[in-house]
C-alpha cells in the first residue's frame, strides 16, 4: 500500500460463509486510492475461499480451471480506484508487454466502435448518474452477443492475471463447464458473494469525492484512467481509506447476511 511508516492491524469479518481474521499493514501517511486496491481484493479473496469451501464441503464442485475463458467474453465492470490500479500496473510492465497490450486495446476499441458500442461504454463510463441495472443491462446483453475475447486474453490465458480486476476474480461457478457457453442461461450457477470488492472500491470513491459510482467497462478502463490522471493522484491518509473501505466492506455483508435470510431454502 505504499512506502513510509506502517500501522499494523487485525480485522475479523464475520461472513454468511464463516469468518475469517487477517493482518494488515497501512501506511499512517497520504496514499492515493489504487493503493487500497491489492488489500481489499486481498480481503475479497479469502471471504471468497470461505464461499467455495462451504460449496465444496457440501458436494459441489468448483468448474473453473485455468484455460477456462467463456466469462472473459462478458463485460467486465471496473471501479475508478481499479482503473487507476490497472494504469499502474501497465506503467510497470515492460515496454514490448506495454506495446502488445496496447495494440490489442486498439483492435478491441475499432471492434466496439464497428458494433456501435464505443460510445454507448464511454458514456456509461463518464456518466453522472448512479449505475442502475435499466442502463447497463442493454448494453450487457449486445457486448455479451459479439463474443469478443477480452483484450488482456491470449490463448485462453490472462495476461494481466495478478493485476485482473475484482469481477474476474469473483465469477466462479459450480454448474458444469459446457453450461458455461451462455453465461446468461438461468443454469449456470454462480458461487455466492458475501461482498463485491468492486462495487465496495466504487462506493468508496464516490463517497471521497463526493460523486457517483463509476462504472468503467475494462476495455476503456486504461483510456479512462488517463483521462482522469489528476483525479489520480489525489491522495488520503492510509488509516482514513482503510476505515472509509471496510465501512462499505460491512455493510455488504451485512445486506447479503439480510439477503440470504430472506431467501427460502
Given at each position: 500500500m505504499g512506502s513510509g511508516t506502517v500501522e499494523h492491524f487485525e480485522i475479523s469479518l464475520?461472513?454468511?460463509a464463516g469468518r475469517i481474521t487477517t493482518g494488515i499493514g497501512v501506511p499512517?501517511?497520504?496514499?492515493?486510492?489504487?493503493?487500497?486496491?491489492?488489500?481489499?481484493?486481498?480481503?475479497?479473496e479469502q471471504v471468497q475461499a470461505?464461499?467455495?469451501e462451504q460449496l465444496t464441503a457440501s458436494g459441489q464442485v468448483i468448474s473453473c480451471r485455468k484455460g477456462c475463458s467463456a466469462c472473459c467474453r462478458m463485460l467486465v465492470p471496473v471501479s475508478a480506484p481499479e482503473a487507476f490500479a490497472l494504469a499502474q500496473a501497465f506503467?510497470?510492465?515492460?515496454?514490448?508487454?506495454?506495446?502488445?497490450?496496447t495494440a490489442r486495446l486498439e483492435a478491441a476499441k475499432q471492434r466496439l466502435s464497428e458494433a456501435g458500442l464505443w460510445q454507448r461504454l464511454t458514456e456509461l463510463s463518464e456518466s453522472?448518474?448512479?449505475p442502475s441495472?435499466?442502463?447497463?443491462?442493454?448494453?450487457n446483453r449486445d457486448y455479451y452477443a459479439l463474443r469478443m475475447a477480452c483484450p488482456f486474453l491470449e490463448n485462453d490465458t490472462c495476461l494481466i492475471y495478478h493485476d485482473r480486476p475484482s469481477a474476474c476474480r469473483e465469477l466462479t461457478v459450480t454448474s458444469p463447464a459446457a453450461l458455461c457457453d451462455n453465461l446468461l442461461s438461468p443454469a449456470v450457477r454462480p458461487v455466492p458473494l458475501s461482498v463485491r470488492v468492486s462495487t465496495a472500491l466504487g462506493l468508496l470513491w464516490a463517497e471521497l469525492t463526493d460523486t457517483v459510482p463509476r462504472l468503467i467497462p475494462l476495455p476503456l478502463a486504461l483510456d479512462w484512467a488517463r483521462t482522469h490522471a489528476e483525479e489520480r493522484r489525489r491522495e488520503w491518509p492510509g488509516t482514513t481509506l482503510l476505515d472509509k473501505a471496510l465501512d462499505k466492506i460491512w455493510r455488504y455483508i451485512s445486506q447479503e447476511f439480510?439477503?440470504?435470510?430472506?431467501?427460502?431454502?
Amino acid at each position: 500500500m505504499g512506502s513510509g511508516t506502517v500501522e499494523h492491524f487485525e480485522i475479523s469479518l464475520n461472513t454468511p460463509a464463516g469468518r475469517i481474521t487477517t493482518g494488515i499493514g497501512v501506511p499512517t501517511g497520504s496514499v492515493p486510492i489504487a493503493s487500497i486496491v491489492p488489500l481489499l481484493r486481498g480481503l475479497g479473496e479469502q471471504v471468497q475461499a470461505l464461499e467455495q469451501e462451504q460449496l465444496t464441503a457440501s458436494g459441489q464442485v468448483i468448474s473453473c480451471r485455468k484455460g477456462c475463458s467463456a466469462c472473459c467474453r462478458m463485460l467486465v465492470p471496473v471501479s475508478a480506484p481499479e482503473a487507476f490500479a490497472l494504469a499502474q500496473a501497465f506503467e510497470r510492465y515492460d515496454e514490448a508487454t506495454r506495446k502488445a497490450l496496447t495494440a490489442r486495446l486498439e483492435a478491441a476499441k475499432q471492434r466496439l466502435s464497428e458494433a456501435g458500442l464505443w460510445q454507448r461504454l464511454t458514456e456509461l463510463s463518464e456518466s453522472h448518474e448512479p449505475p442502475s441495472d435499466e442502463a447497463i443491462e442493454p448494453v450487457n446483453r449486445d457486448y455479451y452477443a459479439l463474443r469478443m475475447a477480452c483484450p488482456f486474453l491470449e490463448n485462453d490465458t490472462c495476461l494481466i492475471y495478478h493485476d485482473r480486476p475484482s469481477a474476474c476474480r469473483e465469477l466462479t461457478v459450480t454448474s458444469p463447464a459446457a453450461l458455461c457457453d451462455n453465461l446468461l442461461s438461468p443454469a449456470v450457477r454462480p458461487v455466492p458473494l458475501s461482498v463485491r470488492v468492486s462495487t465496495a472500491l466504487g462506493l468508496l470513491w464516490a463517497e471521497l469525492t463526493d460523486t457517483v459510482p463509476r462504472l468503467i467497462p475494462l476495455p476503456l478502463a486504461l483510456d479512462w484512467a488517463r483521462t482522469h490522471a489528476e483525479e489520480r493522484r489525489r491522495e488520503w491518509p492510509g488509516t482514513t481509506l482503510l476505515d472509509k473501505a471496510l465501512d462499505k466492506i460491512w455493510r455488504y455483508i451485512s445486506q447479503e447476511f439480510q439477503r440470504r435470510n430472506s431467501t427460502p431454502s
